[in-house]
T-cell receptor, first 113, second 112 residues
Framework: EAAVTQSPRNKVAVTGGKVTLSCNQT?????MYWYRQDTGHGLRLIHY???????EKGDIPDGYKASRPSQENFSLILELATPSQTSVYFC????????????FGKGTRLTVV | GDSVTQTEGQVALSEEDFLTIHCNYS??????LFWYVQYPGEGPQFLFR?????EKGSSRGFEATYNKEATSFHLQKASVQESDSAVYYC???????????FGKGTVLLVSP
């Protein structure tokens, strides 16, 4: 069973603070993704990675950084958190061999106050 | 860039009703098309895909047919159950299957 684990599951951060969301996958997938989910917007891609050491900008990268130090781990970093970044964040993994099927974690609910 | 449009934001049905959720796409090239489903408290999960014109994807009684001319991939189910209540996402990916673009999602509420 494909497994993607996100931590923390819930986070409250202060405006201007630094936030790091972590993701670990045991699927040995090359590709990993960070999405945010907001009512009225659906799932929007923030950053993604093709493998260790690589990061690519998605559709809404402003205000976010990503880090892929290993095949298994992919982090999303908010250097200066703002209330507009309050959202539910999903990490996912997949590869071309899966023909587009990606596996999502359970999500992290981030509230910036 | 690529985009996916889901017409309905919310659909409310009774058990055994027929379901249609409309999905249209805009993409360069020949995308693969997907439906994902998300239950409360969970991440989205793959339902099925179709990769070429006129191909039908299906799973758990849901189905959709790739229509390249109409740029559509509408989700249908003949008889919905209360357990089908969830958010449904249409998505596409380009060659290489490296990046999924999702629609805004449709909330399906099925009452007994």
């Amino acid at each position: 069973e494909a497994a993607v684990t996100q931590s923390p599951r819930n986070k409250v951060a202060v405006t201007g603070g630094k936030v790091t969301l972590s993701c670990n996958q045991t699927n040995n997938h090359n590709n990993m993704y960070w999405y945010r989910q907001d009512t009225g917007h659906g799932l929007r891609l923030i950053h993604y990675s093709y493998g260790a050491g690589s990061t690519e900008k998605g559709d809404i990268p402003d205000g976010y950084k990503a880090s892929r130090p290993s095949q298994e781990n992919f982090s999303l970093i908010l250097e200066l958190a703002t209330p507009s970044q309050t959202s539910v964040y999903f990490c996912a993994s997949g590869d071309a061999g899966g023909r587009g099927e990606v596996f999502f974690g359970k999500g992290t609910r981030l509230t910036v106050v | 860039g690529d985009s996916v449009t889901q017409t309905e934001g919310q659909v409310a049905l009774s058990e055994e009703d027929f379901l249609t959720i409309h999905c249209n796409y805009s993409a360069s090239g020949y995308p693969a098309l997907f439906w994902y489903v998300q239950y409360p408290g969970e991440g989205p999960q793959f339902l099925f895909r179709a990769s070429r014109d006129k191909e039908k994807g299906s799973s758990r009684g849901f189905e959709a047919t790739y229509n390249k001319e109409a740029t559509s991939f509408h989700l249908q189910k003949a008889s919905v159950q209360e357990s089908d209540s969830a958010v449904y996402y249409c998505a596409l990916t380009g060659p290489g299957y490296n990046k999924l673009t999702f629609g805004k999602g449709t909330v399906l509420l099925v009452s007994p």
